[in-house]
């Protein structure tokens, strides 16, 4: 079924063609026509699947010539947990509004950066992207208001009702209207999403597409058991072996991030850290000469490892693994996106061995392991 038989603008179908979206995936042919109708809906969707697109389009189209005309009372309120995917989202919003024949300003708000040029751009914004924290901010400096709000969406919907983020949420809860339009999107279902379904959701449609395991054959996974400090050498072993010319390696601290890459660079390996600790600026030209294929090596903390899109991205290396299965999900769903295929490799100390272990039951799929003392890892 082509994108043109699901309800959309010439206009908009105009921009999907000069994207080269030929088909709709199977999120985008489910949401796209009941969020048209104005439905609720929680969807449940790998990495990699459309899931941005398949809420952007909608909103825009029930946008046409419905945007509320008081200054700085937005009308549709999208939620992520970081600046790094409320930029991606922005991107796309602008991406598809830009052929419309009216107006819909975009703009996307997160901390880190002065708050007053965020304050000074909300004039006019119809479509609003919003980490929790700069947005409550925004809303006490009277630079925002949510009492107008017709379409609220949650992306990355698992990780914005965590404990992390509980408190800021059940705040902007209480600013919203109760007659809105509710979205929920995510890779992975747990007991908050079922219990915010409880609670915000009214008649939702449930959209869950592909199995996860259905999902993990597109991705060739690999461990290697190694000692600790073995990692190092067995990572530049990889990179070199493989000829890796993009490759996005996880860890689990700032300290360690920032670690990995200036050991990576000694080495003659272009590389750089992104984390918390960086400022945004630095953060960007990180993510933008890796996706641009300017760096070789991503060293990233968890930050990036929820709703970025890297198109392509063929390799990604768990340096040290996260905390939870799920986490780990996330993560390798950095590669093999939509029709791609990609590598996942991770390293296994022993420490580690019970915990890999219990990440391998919880998804579902073994991984076939190596170990790394068969690796002639002198020199490197």
Known sequence: MPFSSLGLSPALLKKIAEKNYTQPYPIQLEAIPAILKRRDIMGIARTGSGKTVSYVLPILMNLHGNTVTKNRHVNVLVLVPTRELAIQVSEVFLLFSSGLPERIKTMAVFGGVSINPQMMGLQGVNILVATPGRLLELVESKAVYLSDIETLVLDEADKMLNLGFR???????????????????????????????????????????????????????????????????????????????????????????????????????????????????????????????????????????RGIDIQFLPFVINYELPRSPKDYIHRIGRTGRAESSGEALSFVSPEDQHHFKIIQKKMGKPVTMIDSEQLELRGY
């Open 167 to 305: 408190e800021e949420m059940n705040r902007i809860f209480k600013l919203l209207p109760r007659k809105r339009q509710n979205l929920l999107f995510s890779a992975t279902l747990n007991d908050d999403i079922t219990n915010i379904n409880q609670i915000i959701l009214r008649n939702p449609l449930i959209i869950k597409t592909e199995e996860e395991e259905d999902y993990f054959e597109k991705i060739q996974q690999l461990g290697y058991f190694v000692t600790e400090e073995k990692k190092g050498p067995l990572l530049r072993y990889l990179i070199k072996s493989k000829n890796m010319k993009q490759v996005l390696v996880f860890t689990s601290s700032v300290y360690k991030a920032d670690n990995v890459a200036d050991k990576l660079r000694k080495n003659g390996i272009n590389a750089s850290a992104i984390h918390s600790k960086k400022s945004q600026g630095a953060r960007n030209e990180a993510l933008g000469k890796f996706k641009s294929g300017e760096l070789c090596v991503l060293v990233a903390t968890d930050l990036i490892s």
